[in-house]
């Protein structure tokens, strides 16, 4: 079984650019996470989605938003970026949301704001 | 909204020594605790988890306690090796309306020397 894919594995923008990232869960995994992860602030939470509606989202700007597509798939976007949206984002997949299983993460993609 | 400190930040043990790392949340519905490992440039990786029902959780030399009152859980790794060296995360969740956001610990630098 494939795992959680994601793409690109390495970005590097502008300030005042956008991005989008993608992520494809593991198949037959219908909620999809979304985490920001920087050497400061650890691991934080952005948002989740489940049947294409968002069900979650953490403490973050209007800048970033995403969307689930039917087959699960998710992307994630960030507007005007801004030399701190420098991180590694990490996706992670799981079967359902409000069951207490493993959430399993791609690799990430690591974006760099020049 | 839910909180977790993780500590120590960094810890250096002995090869064959025992390594413990201590976690605490603040939201009291929280129910479910996983424990992540990350090796440098690679994804968190799912270790052993337990739930608010258990109040301990053995996987060979892997051992997670939980005590509820306190609201702490507890990673212990015995007879520790050089392949555990990695940033370990802890991290909580809560069923029923919690979906599956994860709030992380800001993780323990790990390291096992020779």
């Known amino acids: 079984k494939a795992g959680v894919t994601q793409t690109p594995r390495y970005l590097i923008k502008t300030r005042g650019q956008q991005v989008t990232l993608s992520c494809s869960p593991i198949s037959g995994h219908r909620s999809v996470s979304w985490y920001q992860q920087t050497p400061g602030q650890g691991l934080q939470f952005l948002f989740e989605?489940?049947?294409?509606?968002?069900?979650n989202k953490g403490n973050f700007p209007g800048r970033f938003s995403g969307r689930q597509f039917s087959n699960s798939r998710s992307e994630m976007n960030v507007s005007t970026l801004e030399l701190g949206d420098s991180a590694l984002y990490l996706c992670?997949?799981?079967?359902?949301?409000?069951?207490?299983?493993?959430?399993?993460f791609g690799q990430g993609t690591r974006l760099t704001v020049v | 909204g839910e909180n977790v400190e993780q500590h120590p930040s960094t810890l250096s043990v002995q090869e064959g020594d025992s390594a413990v790392i201590k976690c605490t949340y603040s939201?009291?519905?929280?129910?479910?605790f996983p424990w992540y490992k990350q090796e440098l440039g690679k994804r968190p990786q799912l270790i052993i988890d337990?739930?608010?029902?258990?109040g301990e959780k053995k996987d060979q030399r892997i051992a997670v306690t939980l005590n509820k009152t306190a609201k702490h859980f507890s990673l212990h790794i015995t007879e520790t090796q050089p392949e555990d060296s990695a940033v370990y995360f802890c991290a909580a969740s809560k069923l029923t309306g919690g979906g599956n956001k994860l709030t992380f610990g800001t993780g323990t630098q790990l390291k096992v020397e020779l």
């Open positions: 992670a997949s799981s079967p359902q949301p409000d069951v207490n299983t493993e959430a399993f």
């Open positions: 989605y489940f049947s294409e509606t968002q069900r």
């Open positions: 337990i739930r608010s029902n258990v």
């Open positions: 939201d009291s519905a929280s129910n479910y």
